[in-house]
């Protein structure tokens, strides 16, 4: 039994060797950016949480003996999806996009059991809501109170913050790294690092600031803090203290993609122009392999526009990009 966040408890089951036995379900999870792009720049969301989502969906009865565990008293096997087995994303995000089908994109996004409602005014927010609720009432799913919220102009989603301005930085990771102490441990370098990956999107040339902190992770490497690791530290800082709103994408506006090259890394930033504002909609940066620091200048910007094709492979799709 493991203790959630809001004092309840969930029972967990071990299925490392059913799931190993199992094939995997390919169905593939929605692309997050896709998500928070589609979702921000609306007046009115609301977020739906669904209640024990898994739980939800029946087991076919002759699956059902396979999920089975012991206890002191019995033996007892689950008659709904459990938390833990292999397929059980794959197959609950299958049911979401065949219950949302006709308004996945259009009113609403969904990843798994996290949903959410938007809407440009609160009439059409009104209607959305109904035919979603129609839906959910249609299938017999049920959503959970205490995490949902309706009918406000921003919200977590995804890790993100979400409103009519773009996308926000979660202000609780932001916080997180603003609270915390120059790392004294190489667990807490870990740490620290994990944050500000998860929150690269608003973080512009990040592998080149972060450079003294990520040779720490290298084992070969003995633990030091140094003066250039908490220079870095303190740029972050300054910098998440007050980080960009990246702004919703218009579908009519070019995209333009500005590369920046250093002797370690490549950095790039997409931004749209409206009415002369350039305003940003990504920040990407990774850190040079050793041969390719023996690159060209021309090289390496060559290279830069090949990972970042790669990395935001949904914009160039969809959008007339400017290098």
Not at 111 to 117: E, F, L
Not at 123 to 142: G, I, P, S
Not at 154 to 160: A, I, M, Q, S, T
Not at 205 to 224: D, G, N, S, V
């Amino acid at each position: 039994m493991v203790r959630k966040p809001n004092g309840k408890w969930r029972m967990c089951t071990d299925y490392t060797n059913l799931n190993k036995a199992c094939p995997k379900d390919a169905y593939p999870l929605p692309n997050i950016d896709r998500l928070v792009d589609g979702a921000s720049g609306h007046k009115f969301l609301s977020f739906l949480d669904a209640y024990s989502g898994y739980n939800q969906i029946h087991m076919h009865p002759q699956d059902e003996e396979k999920t089975a565990f012991i206890t002191e008293t019995a033996n007892y096997c689950y008659q709904v999806m459990s938390f833990g087995l292999k397929n059980a994303g794959a197959t609950y995000q299958r049911l979401m996009n065949k219950i949302f089908s006709d308004h996945i994109g259009r009113s609403m996004e969904v990843y798994v059991d996290d949903m959410v409602v938007k809407s440009s005014n609160v009439y059409a927010h009104a209607h959305d809501l109904t035919e979603v609720f129609q839906a959910l009432r249609q299938h017999q799913m049920r959503l959970n109170p205490e995490k949902s919220v309706f009918e406000v102009s921003g919200g977590k989603f995804l890790g993100f913050m979400l409103s009519d301005r773009g996308i926000e930085a979660n202000p609780d990771k932001c916080q997180a790294i603003l609270d915390m102490k120059s790392p004294n441990t190489l667990k807490e370098v870990q740490k620290l690092v994990g944050w500000l990956t998860s929150l690269s999107r608003f973080l512009p040339r990040l592998a080149e600031i972060a450079k003294p902190i990520l040779l720490l992770l290298k084992k070969t490497k003995r633990f030091k803090w140094t003066q250039e690791c908490e220079e870095s530290f303190q740029q972050f800082k300054e910098w998440l203290s007050m980080p960009p709103i990246l702004s919703k994408l218009a579908g009519h506006l070019d995209m333009i993609v500005y590369l920046a090259v250093s002797s370690n890394s490549i950095s790039v930033v997409m931004v749209q122009e409206n009415q002369g504002d350039q305003q940003p909609i990504y920040f990407i940066s990774w850190t040079l392999q050793d041969v390719e620091r023996h690159y060209q200048l021309l090289e390496k910007v060559a290279l830069g526009l090949i990972y970042a094709v790669r990395r935001l492979r949904q914009y160039f799709q969809s959008h007339k990009i400017v290098v």
